[in-house]
């Protein structure tokens, strides 16, 4: 994505990294997490979690802030707690993220027919029709969602909430040559 | 098939401690955990009977500190969990193996603001390497297991386990877990051991190539039982050995190749071996701050090898040439192998006897000092411990609180075996040492303990000799009484212009009816000539706890002494000293 966007709710990217975490879904161990962070003065940007496949684990995808604390010591402390079976960093160049948006718009006149064009140029959806405004949501990259933002944010945001990045690792792909992609060199 | 067991949850808890081979917790029932106490009634394990909850968990440190053996307590829910967690704070700050029992309100009853309810999960989870709320009666044998597993596996610490009124009343089927079945339930609990073999070249030849190596021990040593291959090490390179606060022990001072303690207090020889080195190999220490003073100051010349059993430790503090994760003994061992195969190739070590000449030369310059009393002045602090030192029976366990008089023991007191120095280091826990004293003796009755204290720490827990002398568990304390909060003061006679804030302690209680009234000796002494009688007569003792109180010196300092904040080249000497400065380069 090339518009830069001083808006980014990020920050600097290269100062945020992704890391997924396999936990054991077990009662407080989101607590142990946040606690973990909370104590060793690390910053978290974002913040999603769920069950994953398997109902025993919850997979965490974090953003997190290493301009302070490197990413190793992040990652080491992290995996001193129990319950954390694994923890992925991923590369953004290697893996497909996405992150959902919603957002309630004034749109009074003709300005709904505006913002419901531009929610047809981002494939955004609405979700809900006001007399005076819409709610519409979209998922996409979270560079595609900050752009979207700027864009709403000309009409008028009443409420907007994001739900924090989700990532998983590119799969990978036979390459024409017959070799793995990535181990090229 | 034999008919199922069929246990309450409360037989279960005891029992699961049985089968781990708890033979000494340390504890005090009330209203939640009463159940469990009913079948320790039958129980082959001993429970000693504290007067403070705080006593309980101390007990348990200098318990586990001795033997190696985790350390157990039992207490109740709210007031005795929150009195909890210091000792629990301070084992994790230590790495002391330590299992903790606490009885909560029935699940029924959890999260309704409920008489002696609180948060002992939330509150504790900071505090304890893991923690975990049984909700099953049938999950009991399961969560003793894995806390005494991952209490003494890795990086030792502490374990709770916090246990509702109703899950210890009712019933279920006695099972007891395999260790397959232990590690399966812990799919995020893996400890390494052994060291990357590429590393162990590396640090080998690292070793073998510096000019002024030092050895710099940390508590790490005794926890992993290292303590014999790093003398191999030391012995094999000739190389300058520190022993940390927490290592005191784990190389004998009485060793030519050991210059004492490094840090803020350290000796100012140990303290410039550091600065001067070209090569700092940590074996089982976390460059800690009181260590490294200002750490862009510290040991700048030197390259890190990090012999550490927690990943997390490689590069928090300082980046390491070297990062070793693995057991410490195992790694010292491949190191020692290592160097002996470069060697039989043709490897040759460096000369390092400038280097160690250079290192000698200090501790000739800056021994030890301090101004002896003057004819009918108050005792020397140092004096005192030296005196405690030189007559105290072979393999004494010495124990100190935190303050002066726990600098002045890791200074003068002679170290020559691991596991005879117990003293709460990371957490600086003040009335740590009475408690632990009496938690030492009862993991190793056959060996004299003294707890060195001061005057302030000991009026925070000294209560707990109640509990020595009910139990018979008979512990010596040397009271060093300057009736100051002794560092405090000294703080602020050098960093505050000589403003004494609320550090004067002169009210204190008579020592030695205190100690009578708790069913101990109490010995005073107040001149020189009766050091000697009052030490001898409370060695002699050994059917009551004797408490003396040697009235000290109100005046006297710590030194050396790094400034907070400061490099450690701008260590303060003694003044003394001074004048000699010029000769630590």
Redo the contacts between chains.
């Keep these: 994505m090339s518009t830069l966007n001083t808006n980014n709710p990020y920050g600097d990217s290269h100062k945020h990294h992704i890391l997924s975490v396999i936990?054991?879904n077990r009662?407080?161990v989101l607590?142990?997490v946040s606690?973990?962070f909370a104590?060793r003065g690390y910053n978290i940007y974002s913040l999603a979690v769920a069950p994953s496949y398997d109902a025993d684990f919850s997979r965490i995808t974090m953003v997190v802030d290493i301009s302070a604390t490197?990413l190793?010591?992040i990652v080491?402390?992290l995996?001193?707690?129990?319950?954390?079976?694994?923890i992925t960093e991923l590369d953004p160049r290697k893996s497909v993220e996405r992150e959902m948006l919603m957002a309630s718009i004034e749109v009074e006149g003709d300005r709904r027919a505006q913002v419901v064009d531009l929610a047809g140029i981002y494939e955004a959806k609405v979700l809900d029709v006001g007399s005076a405004s819409l709610t519409i949501s979209l998922d996409d990259t979270p560079e595609k969602l900050d752009d979207f933002e700027e864009l709403l944010r000309g009409y008028g945001i009443v409420e907007s909430q994001r739900t924090g990045r989700v990532a998983l690792p590119k799969l990978e792909r036979e390459s024409p040559k017959g070799g793995t992609k990535g181990k090229a060199s | 098939m034999s008919a199922k067991e069929i246990l309450t949850g409360a037989e279960a808890l005891i029992r699961s401690l049985e089968m781990e081979n708890v033979e000494t917790m340390f504890g005090l029932p009330g209203g939640c955990i009463l159940p469990a106490y009913d079948p320790l009634l039958k129980s082959s394990i001993r429970h000693v009977l504290v007067r403070h909850e705080q006593g309980a968990g101390h007990m348990a440190q200098g318990y586990a500190h001795v033997t190696g053996r985790p350390g157990v307590a039992m207490v109740t829910s709210g007031p005795a969990a929150t009195n909890m967690v210091t000792p629990l704070c301070d084992a994790f700050m230590d790495s002391i193996p330590m299992v903790c029992i606490t009885g909560q309100v029935a699940t029924s009853a959890i999260g309704t603001d409920a008489f002696q309810e609180c948060d002992t999960?939330?509150i504790t989870?900071?505090v304890t390497?893991?923690n975990e709320?049984i909700m099953r009666a049938e999950d009991i044998p399961m969560a003793v297991r894995q806390a005494f597993h991952?209490a003494t596996t890795g990086r030792p610490g502490p374990v709770l386990l916090d246990v509702p009124k109703d899950i210890l009343v009712n019933k279920m089927e006695w099972n007891w877990p395999t260790d397959q079945e232990v590690l399966d339930a812990?799919?995020?609990?893996r400890t390494v051991t052994e060291g990357d073999a590429k590393q162990i070249k590396a640090a080998a030849k690292l070793l073998l190539s510096s000019e002024r190596p030092v050895l710099y021990l940390g508590g790490g040593v005794l926890k992993a039982r290292a303590a014999e291959a790093v003398k191999e090490l030391a012995e094999m390179l000739q190389a300058p050995v520190v022993t940390t606060l927490m290592a005191r022990g784990a190389f004998p001072d009485n060793h030519p190749l050991c210059y004492g303690m490094p840090g803020m207090h350290g000796t100012a020889t140990a303290i410039t071996a550091m600065q001067k080195a070209d090569l700092l190999c940590a074996l089982g220490a976390r460059f800690d701050d009181r260590v490294t003073g200002k750490v862009a100051g510290f040991a700048p010349e030197a390259k890190i090898i990090h012999v550490d059993i927690?990943?997390?430790e490689?590069?928090?503090v300082r980046k390491p040439d070297v990062p070793l994760t693995g057991d410490c003994r195992v790694i010292v061992e491949e190191i020692i192998k290592a160097i002996k195969e470069l060697q039989a190739s043709g490897t040759a070590q460096v000369d390092i006897t400038p280097w160690r000449s250079r290192v000698n030369g200090w501790r000739e310059q800056f021994p030890l000092v301090y101004e002896p009393s003057e004819p009918g002045g108050r005792l020397k602090p140092q004096f005192c411990l030296e005196r405690l030192r030189d007559l105290a029976p072979a393999g004494t366990i010495v124990c100190a609180g935190v303050g002066q008089h726990q600098m002045w023991t890791s200074l003068y007191w002679e170290f020559n075996e691991p596991y005879t120095w117990v003293n709460s280091g990371g957490l600086g826990t003040m009335g740590f040492s009475v408690p632990a004293a009496i938690g030492a003796k009862a993991g190793q009755p056959d060996k004299t303990v003294w707890a060195i204290d001061g005057d302030g720490c000991f009026q925070m827990t000294a209560q707990e000799l109640v509990t020595a002398t009910t139990e018979g568990i008979h512990v010596k304390i040397a009271i060093l009484n300057n009736t100051y909060l002794g560092m405090v003061r000294q703080w602020q006679e050098m960093f505050y212009g000589e403003r004494y804030s609320e550090v004067d302690l002169a009210g204190c209680p008579d020592f030695v009816k205190w100690a009578e009234a708790m069913g101990c000796v109490g010995i005073r002494v107040e001149s020189p000539e009766e050091i000697d009688a009052a030490i001898e007569r409370a060695n002699s003792i050994n059917d009551r706890s004797v408490v003396i109180e040697f009235r000290v010196e109100e005046f006297e300092k710590v030194f050396p002494m790094v400034p907070a904040g400061a490099a450690n080249d701008d260590v303060l000497l003694h003044p003394m000293q001074e004048s000699r400065r010029e000769f630590l380069k």
């Excluded at chain 1, 995996?79 to 694994?86: P, Q, S, Y």
């Design positions: 936990v054991q009662p407080g607590a142990r606690g973990l104590r490197p190793e010591q080491q402390q995996f001193k707690l129990i319950d954390v079976v694994e | 999960i939330g989870r900071s390497k893991h709320l991952i812990l799919p995020g609990y927690d990943p997390a490689q590069g928090k």
